[in-house]
């Protein structure tokens, strides 16, 4: 057998590994392109189970719209309403509990006040006095039992009955709901406009302008000062305003010794006055007293005076005898007289 003749291998051409590499790149896109195909059909598959949902929902909202093709119904918007619960517009479950809560507090405050017979109003000729009256006294109870602001109108109004509570109830749909609740001046002023007519507001705005302490003590005047302001609100606006209209209207001796300081608030041009108005009483009074017992000692001199003249004249004459002489001296006379007459009768 002949010997095998050794042959080289000639090698690969350059063209053909490129081309066995360039196959498993495009395979590998082929696999990538492939999965992504997937991807998108899972996800087409997904719109559309989407899509059919919604359009199950809008069917759902709208049932008389059955008919209206899927097209229609993907483009369509559904309205809040159906989403929103109609509960929504009412008050939560917190603004209902918040309610009752404050419910239950206001009428303990209620109970607790009625406990104490607080004065009625009636509205039945009701003149300025009486309004103050009553006023005033709803403000005393107020203080004693430490009514809270937000209280005192509704307590008050609790007190109204016949005239004045359909007044009340008049006076509460006027006012706008949106409002704020009434504080308590402003329930004074709405009280005092009702059943204080203007005639008697411009009287006792003169009457104010005129008013002067004269011959009143000066808690008399501070009673009335005060009694006009309460009654035509809007004459002082604030307490410098009262302050200086208080201390006009003081006397001038007074006045001098108020002024002077220049105090800027009421209470204290009211301390004041009282003050001053104590050291003139105490003054006055110790001036009458020394007047007083300057015309004791006057009286008492003119009585020791008047008992020495009537002593003095009763006393012994120093010529006892002279002076008893006289009487027989005019006797002898006489009688030498008389007889001479009868002798020459004869």
């Known amino acids: 057998m002949p010997p095998r003749r050794a042959t080289r291998s000639t090698p690969a051409s350059p063209s053909e590994v490129p081309e066995q590499s360039g196959s498993d790149e495009v395979q590998e896109l ?43 119904a993907l483009t369509f918007v559904p309205p809040v309403p159906p989403i929103v619960p109609p509960v929504v517009s009412g008050p939560s479950g917190s603004d209902v509990t918040a309610l009752e809560a404050e419910r239950a507090r206001f009428i ?14 009636d509205g039945k000729e009701a003149d300025l006095w009486v309004v103050e009256t009553w006023l005033t006294a709803m403000e005393a109870l107020f203080e004693d039992i430490y009514t809270l602001e937000r209280d005192k109108v509704p307590l008050a109004a609790h007190c109204f009955e016949k005239d004045a ?4 109830q008049k006076a509460k749909k006027k006012r706008a709901s949106n409002l ?8 004074r002023e709405m009280l005092f406009m009702e059943y204080f007519p203007d005639s008697d507001k411009r009287k006792m705005k003169e009457d104010f302008r005129k008013l002067r302490q004269g011959n009143r003590s000066v808690r008399e005047y501070e009673r009335k000062f005060t009694h006009l302001v309460n009654c035509v609100p809007g004459m002082v606006h604030t307490d410098r305003d009262r302050a200086d209209c208080f201390e006009r ?3 001038p001796d007074i006045f ?15 301390d004041r006055a009282l003050w001053v108005e104590r050291g003139n009483a105490i003054a006055r009074d110790e001036r009458e007293s020394f007047e007083r017992e300057r015309e004791r000692e006057k009286e008492k001199k003119r009585t020791t005076s008047g008992a020495g003249g009537q002593s003095s004249s009763k006393r012994p004459s120093r010529y006892p005898r002279s002076q008893s002489r006289y009487p027989e001296m005019c006797d002898m006379r006489r009688k ?6 009868s002798t020459a009768g004869r």
Do not use: C
């Open 30 to 72: 082929r696999a990538q392109v492939s999965a992504l195909v997937g991807a998108m059909q899972r996800q087409g598959e997904h719109i559309k189970s989407l899509q059919d949902l919604m359009s199950r929902q809008a069917m759902t909202a709208a049932p008389g719209s059955q008919d209206v093709p899927v097209s229609e």
């Open 180 to 187: 704020s609740p009434l504080t308590w001046e402003e329930f």
């Open 336 to 341: 030498s007289s008389t007889d001479g007459l």
């Open 108 to 121: 303990k405050v209620l109970e607790a006040f009625m406990r104490f017979n607080p004065p009625m109003f």
């Open 165 to 168: 509570q359909i007044w009340w």
């Open 256 to 270: 001098r010794t108020v002024n002077a300081p220049k105090l800027k608030t009421f209470e204290e041009v009211l």
């Open 249 to 251: 209207g003081l006397r």
